[in-house]
């Protein structure tokens, strides 16, 4: 079955490191979507992708950064993890095309400290 | 711009009673609207979604909603709550890119 995979599910790094979080799609869509969970506010777009080498700044996009080098990978890095960027952090992937659904991973929990 | 207002941050129903969970929306476009479930510690499975076809739209689990365009809503409904429906339930709005707001979330208790 199709599915979508993000690692690792939880991390912990020091305030300043660069740290970069992985997710993987076997639906072969060409939409790709960061968000980050946090209390009170929902899902709130980072970044996102329709398709290789194209890349798009979501409404919170301030000190991170993807590449999209393939169709079924989109990684998110974080340049210098701040404690503010302390969060749960969800990919997504859709079918091109309006009202498609966003199919969404497990989540990365990640703490800076 | 787009946006959605969940009304309710929490929810709380005796299981075998009536479910609702209120959303409305803002869009520059005819909006796509979905809803989410998410349970503890788990990702986002969608519960159902309208794209401007029938505007009652039936969902997994018993779950149904209606799109109101002229009160701009899109409220969740389940007839007869269960235990496992206990989780938080994301409103959502899509447009142009199908790029997803969601609103901040409603949690759902199901008390027995």
């Known amino acids: 079955d199709a599915e979508i995979t993000q690692s690792p599910r939880h991390k912990i790094t020091e305030t300043g490191r660069q740290v970069t979080l992985a997710c993987h799609q076997t639906?072969?869509?060409?939409?790709m979507f960061w968000y980050r969970q946090d209390l009170g506010h929902g899902l709130r777009l980072i970044h996102y992708?329709?398709?290789?080498?194209?890349?798009n700044k979501g409404e919170v996009s301030d000190g991170y950064s993807v590449s999209r080098s393939n169709t079924e990978d989109l990684p998110l890095t974080l340049e210098s993890a701040a404690s503010s960027q302390t969060s749960v952090y969800f990919c997504?992937?859709?079918?091109?095309?309006?009202?498609?659904?966003?199919?969404f991973g497990p989540g990365t929990r990640l703490l800076v400290l | 711009a787009q946006s959605v207002t969940q009304l309710d941050s929490h929810v709380s129903v005796s299981e075998g009673t009536p479910v609702l969970l209120r959303c409305n929306y803002s869009?520059?476009?005819?909006?796509?609207l979905f809803w989410y479930v998410q349970h503890p510690n788990k990702g986002l499975q969608l519960l159902l979604k309208y794209t401007s076809a029938a505007t009652l739209v039936k969902g997994i689990n018993g779950f149904e909603a209606e799109f109101k365009k002229s009160e701009t809503s899109f409220h969740l409904t389940k007839p007869s709550a269960h235990m496992s429906d206990a989780a938080e339930y994301f409103c959502?709005?899509?447009?142009?890119?199908?790029?997803?707001?969601f609103g901040a979330g409603t949690i759902l208790r199901v008390k027995s």
């Open positions: 959502a709005v899509s447009g142009r890119g199908n790029k997803l707001v």
């Open positions: 992708s329709y398709g290789v080498q194209d890349t």
């Open positions: 997504a992937s859709s079918e091109s095309g309006r009202g498609e659904t966003q199919y």
């Open positions: 869009s520059s476009y005819s909006p796509s």
């Open positions: 639906w072969n869509h060409n939409n």
